[in-house]
C-alpha cells in the first residue's frame, strides 16, 4: 500500500477499534478524500503495522478505524543512533526526514564548535514531526526518536553502543567497517560534524571515547548528503 494510505495510530497494537487524531484524520478525510470502507494502513512508530479498514467518523470529527491483520516488519537488523551537527536556518528538518526513511533509530541534533544552527521548541517539534513524516513515507512502523538537542562533547560521553563512528572525507585514519565477527552487530553510533567539520580537538575527544573516523571517499559532502550516506552505510550488515 502507497505511503499516502498509511496513517499513524499509536494504540494499534493495543486495540482493535482505533481513533485516528485530528492531523490523520484531516489527511484521511480532506486530503485524500477516503471514506468509510477504504482500505489502509496503520503504524504505531514502535514498530507494529496493520492492515485497517475505515468504519465511520464519530461526533467530534475523528475517523474511526478497524485494525486488521499485522503485516511483515521492515525494520532493519541494526539500531543506529545518528549525531548531527545542527546546521544554519532549518536545514536539519530534511536531514531527519531523510534518515527516518532509511532507518535510523535516534537522531540527536549536535551542538558543536563549528556548528552554525541552534534549537528553538518550534524547531524540535519540526524534526520530530518530519520523523514521523519519513517513517509514513517509507513504509517503517518506527518512528525515530528526536532527542533534545546537546554539545557532541557531552553526548560521546553517554551510554551509547560501542560500535561508534564519525563520518568523514577519506584520510590516512579512516575506515570502513570490517567482516563481522563473531557476535553480530546490532548497535551503532554515528556522528556527522558540521559543515567545518568537527575540530581538532573534538575528534581528539571522541576518539579517545571509541569512535573512529567513517570513510565517505575523496568528496567532501554537505552535512545531509555525508548523514545519509554514512547511515546508509552502517545500516547495512558488517562485511
Do not use: C, Y
Request: no cysteine.
Amino acid at each position: 500500500m502507497g505511503a499516502a494510505r498509511r496513517f499513524f495510530a499509536p494504540q494499534a497494537a493495543r486495540r482493535r477499534n482505533l481513533r485516528l487524531d485530528a492531523a490523520e484524520t484531516h489527511r484521511l478525510l480532506r486530503v485524500l478524500r477516503l471514506g468509510p470502507g477504504a482500505e489502509i494502513e496503520v503504524f504505531d512508530g514502535a514498530g507494529n503495522a496493520f492492515s485497517a479498514r475505515v468504519v465511520g467518523v464519530d461526533g467530534d470529527a475523528h475517523s474511526l478505524v478497524e485494525r486488521g491483520m499485522a503485516l511483515p516488519g521492515r525494520e532493519p537488523g541494526i539500531r543506529l543512533a545518528v549525531g548531527v551537527a545542527i546546521p544554519k536556518g532549518d536545514g536539519l528538518t530534511a536531514i531527519v526526514r531523510q534518515l527516518a526513511e532509511i532507518g535510523a533509530d535516534t537522531i540527536v541534533p549536535l551542538t558543536s564548535e563549528r556548528s552554525e544552527g541552534r534549537a528553538t521548541a518550534v524547531r524540535l517539534t519540526r524534526w520530530r514531526a518530519a520523523a514521523l513524516s519519513g517513517t509514513r513515507q517509507s513504509g517503517r512502523a518506527t518512528v525515530p526518536t528526536v532527542a533534545a538537542p546537546v554539545p557532541f562533547e557531552v553526548w560521546t560521553r553517554g551510554e551509547l553502543a560501542t560500535d561508534r563512528w564519525i563520518a568523514s572525507p577519506r584520510t590516512a585514519q579512516t575506515v570502513r567497517p570490517g567482516a563481522p565477527g563473531p557476535q553480530p552487530v546490532t548497535g551503532r553510533v554515528l556522528a556527522v560534524g558540521p559543515e567545518g567539520g568537527f575540530s581538532a580537538r573534538e575528534l581528539e575527544d571522541a576518539h579517545r571515547h571509541g569512535f573512529r573516523r567513517l570513510d565517505l571517499g575523496e568528496r567532501i559532502l554537505r552535512t545531509g548528503t555525508a548523514a545519509v550516506v554514512a547511515a546508509a552505510l552502517l545500516l547495512r550488515p558488517a562485511g
